[in-house]
């Protein structure tokens, strides 16, 4: 591990590299806006509206969502816990699981990811502040990648202070745009009888999903903290501020969506800010403003994706201009194709997020298994930045394990691009994502056991319970 002096100033110096000791600071409650803000967003908003376009009402629409979003934030947070125990990205730990290179195999997936959810949102939030502003989307567009460029940039510090700045902000416009929404509610909203099952279950995969995309992404925000932080207080913070953001957020959507599924369909940014006439320039500040931390956080954490993809121990001191030019390209890369996007808004959202729940879900469950369950918190940071280090190139039983299991989960998809043939049988029901849990957690476990998988005790090591 490195023994440096401290790296000061606003620009941040590592990269996926172990952060030493003596280079710890903030406070766990830092997570609670990080994910607040970042959750805050009107991507989710547009989310939240699925649960009534699938054929929800208001109520079981808002129970999907909080549910959704409560399971879901569980494995979300339990990575958040990782970044004080091992002081480095998230992905980087994926090597301890699938060996230096079987690793590229989730990173690849993870850096689409990272790209699908900056078009999704830059279509999204490109039409509100084109129509705020009134200049062309393409210009919108521009202008939103630079901001979350530059700050991605920066780095570390700036993303955090970021958002603590917007989750005020956001808090106090997003109460606005509740006022506004609950106002135009009818006085008796129309109540079907129970939905399907099936429905129910789609719903609530969706909202999982949500929760569990942003499991790449946790600790990288979290690495900096004390290692002696306790696991209980980090994994409350970071619970909290995601699911609560989030909740709120998805519930705002299905209450305009209740209001009109057809304008939140065809034009959502226009239709919310239409909803108070002498409002509009408020509320669309607030879909706006929000975008910043997840547009920040997009370009950040692909750019840690892609340097722990490429390089043994990231770049040294050259991080900062390493980083400044992936992100430039990043974010021209995923400006143009957002230009140039189109199509149904709310279809896109809802196949991305559910496509990238089936690849996810297997590697969280593994990720977390090998964490709390096989070496327990105990790994030699030092050995992941070793190509042919104690956990090998190739870790070929988890990249097997992986495969099969989202190969499992292929019968019991339900998407508008693929219905498994057992969709039918379980009423419609989306059960891919569970199997995508409880399988690979099976499977790994007795891999570790048959292997007797473990790490010595070390000094990063600690009481993972708190």
């Not at 591990?1 to 790296?7: E, F, I, K, L, Y």
């Not at 902000?169 to 609950?182: C, E, G, K, W």
């Not at 019968?411 to 043939?421: D, E, H, M, Q, Y």
């Not at 048959?450 to 993972?464: E, G, N």
Request: glycine letters at 10%.
């Amino acid at each position: 591990m490195s023994t440096d002096q401290p790296r000061t100033g606003a620009l941040e110096q590592r990269s996926i590299d172990y952060i030493p000791l003596n280079e710890r600071h903030g406070k766990p409650w830092h997570l609670f806006t990080v994910w607040f803000s970042s959750n805050l967003q009107i991507t989710g908003l547009v989310t939240g509206a699925l649960a009534v376009i699938v054929g929800l009402d208001l109520v079981w629409a808002i129970i999907t969502i909080v549910v959704g979003n409560l399971i879901g934030g569980v494995f979300m947070a339990y990575h958040s816990v990782q970044g004080p125990r091992m002081g480095v990205p998230q992905m980087i730990q994926s090597r301890a699981q699938f060996g230096f290179l079987g690793a590229l195999l989730p990173v690849a997936i993870v850096l689409c990811m990272y790209a699908g959810f900056a078009i999704e949102g830059g279509v999204v939030t490109g039409q509100a502040l084109a129509t705020w502003a009134h200049i062309p989307f393409a210009s919108s567009v521009i202008i939103q990648a630079s901001i979350g460029a530059v700050i991605a940039i920066v780095g570390y510090r700036l993303i955090h202070i970021t958002s603590r700045v917007v989750t005020v902000i956001s808090t106090i416009l997003f109460a606005v745009l509740t006022i506004a929404l609950l106002s135009q509610l009818p006085s008796e909203l129309p109540v079907g009888p129970p939905p399907a099952f099936g429905t129910v279950l789609l719903a609530l995969s969706i909202f999982i999903s949500w929760q569990i995309t942003w499991a790449p992404y946790v600790s990288d925000y979290s690495r900096y903290l004390p290692a002696n932080t306790p696991a209980s207080t980090t994994f409350a913070w970071t619970y909290v501020g995601s699911t609560l953001g989030a909740s709120w957020v998805m519930i705002l959507g299905a209450l305009a969506a209740s209001i009109s599924a057809e304008n939140m369909g065809e034009d959502a940014i226009g239709f919310l800010s239409g909803l108070v006439p002498g409002l509009s320039g408020v509320i669309l500040f607030a879909l706006l403003i929000s975008v910043i931390p997840a547009g920040a956080n997009g370009a950040y954490g692909a750019y840690l994706s892609f340097i722990s993809a490429v390089s043994a121990e990231g770049n040294g001191r050259a991080t900062p201009r390493v980083r400044t030019i992936f992100v430039i390209v990043f974010s021209v890369i995923v400006s143009t194709i957002t230009i140039a996007a189109n199509g149904d808004i709310l279809g896109t959202v809802q196949q991305i997020t559910l496509f990238l729940l089936y690849l996810l879900v297997p590697w969280t469950a593994i990720n977390l298994t090998d964490y709390y369950f096989v070496r327990k918190g105990n790994y030699e940071v030092a050995e992941l930045f070793k190509p042919r280090g104690v956990y090998k190139l190739v870790n070929w039983p988890a990249v097997i394990i992986y495969l099969v299991a989202i190969a499992a989960e292929i019968p019991f998809i339900n998407s508008t691009l693929f219905v498994g043939p057992f969709v039918p049988l379980l009423g419609g029901a989306d059960l891919a994502w569970i199997v995508g849990l409880v399988l690979p957690t099976v499977l790994y476990l007795g891999y570790a056991q048959t292997q007797k998988v473990k790490s010595p005790q070390s000094d990063l090591a600690a009481d993972i319970v708190g």
